[in-house]
């Protein structure tokens, strides 16, 4: 005899299998209602159960078969075969199955999901924003931070502090890092911040930190002086016209300014610290090998670089107080100031090999090797003038030469690597344009079937060419992609690694900038372009009627 | 037919099962009884001897009122020959044990 409760029980089983049957697929529901009218059978409540859930696996296998029995269908066909339209055509399908499609554009998504076209496609998707970070790199580098701040991992709060894109977050990762290990104060001035940090009030305090680790790094000086020459030749621009006087006489004035500049002139070496900042970068980056190589990018574009018209602007004072000394009889101290200045330039040539520092030092020797020519000739030295002379020529051929090879080096490295790049960003494009259109089109199908879409007009022709072919044409272009990008992913993989050169990690920028200045989606930016787009557009529609119209009476003709 | 039809232990009891009395109609519950096999189980192996031509099935004709009708079960002549030919070659394999001694 059941009690109330295993009588539930049985009701609970019977209403499951009642439940399963009213949305058990049709081709099978008579085995589910045979299932069911079973239970009417079973008296004892666990046995009532047991039934029940065999019915239910049944009805799950029942389920998962119709299910593959649909997707061996095209895409927008039920399992009806009545035609749909009134004129007793059916409706035009595409020719593969929903599986065959479905294994296809699965394939092309999983290709793109694999580690080499993560990277492929943050590295397009980064240079179609310009190399801004996106929401996604910001977290990433916040997880980084947060992992870094638990382990007390200083050296990855500074690749975070030179990584990060907005200056003023960045600048309290570095306060972090700089507390944990205050010899990692270079990269108070290491990065470029802008001047835009809205919290001033540490900047002197930073500035002081970084001057005491390293005091006789002329890089350190010079970056305060940038720091405090900055503001005032905007402030000057912004009031006056420009003239090529205008620096000399508003950065001159400047006491602050002049203090640190000839502590940096006289300061016994120079380290931009260009190869730590590269160490870190690459560090970081190894360590988080999935992090976006536009991050990476901005990691390395934003380092410091020496203020070409600061540097200069100073050693044209220096000159100029340098010839005044001289013809004021002090030939010796006019000498010193001159050697500061070509000292600072030769420098700067063997610490860093970056191409704009390079010319930069180059600029400043040949200030001074002037300076001396023209201290010898005031003083009758003609034999010394002459030695300079010659000198000056070396390094103004040295100089032309370094800037047309920079130059050169740089359009080689352009030409060759533009028609790559060009080939990675129409295949990435291409890749979603068709996976766009098959998505678009298989629901046009699959949703067009439950409001009757009929026959085959033109719309109907089109998804179902797409059904047909986008899917392939998707995990060709993905493969492409994919293909295409392989030497770009060499070149990560070996920046990584360390196998790259100075010289050639600088090439990572040109070929990463190289994908963004190859960019297709750019041109659809401008108004010009979009509403040539939608002239050439519209144009075509008109064709296509015109020439349809033209067609269809042709066809009439002959019948009457 | 033409479903190829894989010969378990579950599906040689069942064959069993619908030879005690091959002409007699059996109902799902009472062939699990029989078997042992559970709903999840017997039907399936319904399922599949009905497509594969085997098995005949008919719903019952004056159903008890209150309840839906039932769902019978019966090898088809050609079913009854295979089902013998395949017991009695699991018989010989020793893959598998006969419950009952007629069949």
């Known amino acids: ?560 | 037919m033409g479903v190829r039809l894989r010969i378990s232990r579950q599906t040689l009891a069942l064959l069993e099962a619908l030879l005690v009395h091959p002409a007699q109609w059996h109902h799902g519950y009472a062939l699990s009884q029989q078997t042992g096999l559970a709903s999840g189980t017997l039907y399936p192996i319904l399922m599949r001897l009905e497509k594969s031509g085997w098995l005949e099935t008919r719903w019952e004709d004056v159903p008890v009122s209150g309840r839906p009708p039932r769902h019978f079960y019966r090898l088809s002549g050609y079913g009854r020959e295979w089902a013998r030919e395949e017991l009695g070659a699991a018989r010989e394999s020793k893959f598998w044990k006969p419950a009952h001694s007629k069949v």
Request: proline residues 4%; positive net charge.
């Open chain 1, 1 to 560: 005899m059941s009690t109330p409760q295993n009588s539930m029980l049985t009701r609970m089983a019977v209403s499951s299998v009642d439940f399963a049957v009213r949305y058990w697929p049709e081709s099978s529901r008579r085995w589910g209602q045979a299932l069911l009218a079973e239970m009417g059978e079973i008296s004892e409540p666990g046995a009532a159960l047991s039934w029940a859930a065999g019915g239910i696996v049944l009805f799950f296998r029942a389920l998962l078969s119709h299910f593959f029995d649909w997707m061996r269908l095209p895409a927008g066909r039920g399992f009806s075969r009545a035609p749909i339209s009134s004129d007793g055509k059916g409706p035009q399908f595409p020719k593969h199955s929903r599986l065959a499609t479905g294994v296809i554009l699965l394939g092309a998504v999983a290709l793109l999901l694999l580690p080499v076209g993560r990277e492929a496609r943050n590295t397009v998707a980064a240079s179609w924003r310009g190399f801004h970070p996106s929401a996604g790199d910001r977290r990433d580098l916040e997880k980084i931070a947060e992992k870094a701040e638990k382990e007390k991992d200083a050296r990855g709060l500074a690749f975070v502090a030179l990584t990060y894109p907005n200056p003023n977050r960045a600048i309290q990762f570095a306060d972090r890092a700089v507390a944990l290990d205050s010899s990692l104060a270079w990269i108070y001035v290491s990065r470029y911040y802008g001047g835009d940090i809205e919290d001033s009030s540490r900047s002197t305090e930073r500035s002081k930190l970084v001057q005491k680790s390293d005091p006789d790094n002329a890089f350190v000086y010079l970056m305060s002086a940038f720091a405090e020459g900055e503001p005032r030749l905007r402030k000057a621009i912004a009031k006056a016209a420009w003239t090529p006087e205008a620096p000399g006489e508003t950065l001159g004035s400047d006491k602050e300014w002049m203090k640190e500049m000839e502590t940096a002139f006289g300061a016994p070496k120079y380290d931009g610290y260009y190869r730590r900042h590269e160490e870190l970068v690459r560090e970081g980056w190894k360590r988080n090998p999935s992090l976006s190589p536009g991050l990476v990018a901005i990691g390395l574009w934003v380092r410091s670089i020496p203020d070409a018209l600061q540097v200069q602007t100073y050693a044209d004072l220096r000159v100029e107080q340098a010839l005044q000394t001289g013809s004021a009889g002090k030939v010796d101290d006019a000498k010193a100031m001159l050697s500061e200045v070509t000292e600072l330039g030769t420098r700067m040539l063997g610490a860093d090999p970056t191409p704009f520092v390079q010319i930069v030092g180059l600029g400043l020797t040949k200030r001074g090797l002037e300076g001396f020519k023209k201290l010898y000739r005031a003083e009758g030295r003609t034999h010394e003038a002459t030695e300079t002379e010659v000198q000056l020529k070396e390094v103004e051929a040295s100089s032309d030469g370094r800037v047309h090879s920079y130059m050169g080096w740089r359009s080689d490295v352009m030409s060759a690597v533009r028609r790559k790049a060009l080939v990675v960003q129409l295949s990435a494009f291409l890749s979603i344009l068709f996976a766009v259109t098959v998505v678009l089109s298989l629901l046009a199908l699959e949703v067009g079937t439950a409001f009757r879409w009929k026959g085959s007009g033109m719309g109907r022709r089109i998804a179902c060419g797409v059904a047909n072919y986008g899917p392939a044409l998707f995990l060709m272009s993905s493969v492409v992609f994919l293909w295409s990008f392989r030497p770009f992913a060499a070149i990560f993989a070996q920046y990584r690694t360390g196998e790259l050169s100075n010289l050639e990690s600088i090439g990572l920028f040109w070929e990463l900038f190289t994908i963004g200045n190859a960019n297709l989606l750019k041109y659809f930016y401008e108004p010009y372009h979009q509403w040539l787009i939608v002239t050439v557009a519209l144009a075509a529609i008109a064709v296509v009627v015109i020439v349809r119209g033209l067609m269809r009476g042709k066809t009439i003709a002959p019948a009457r």
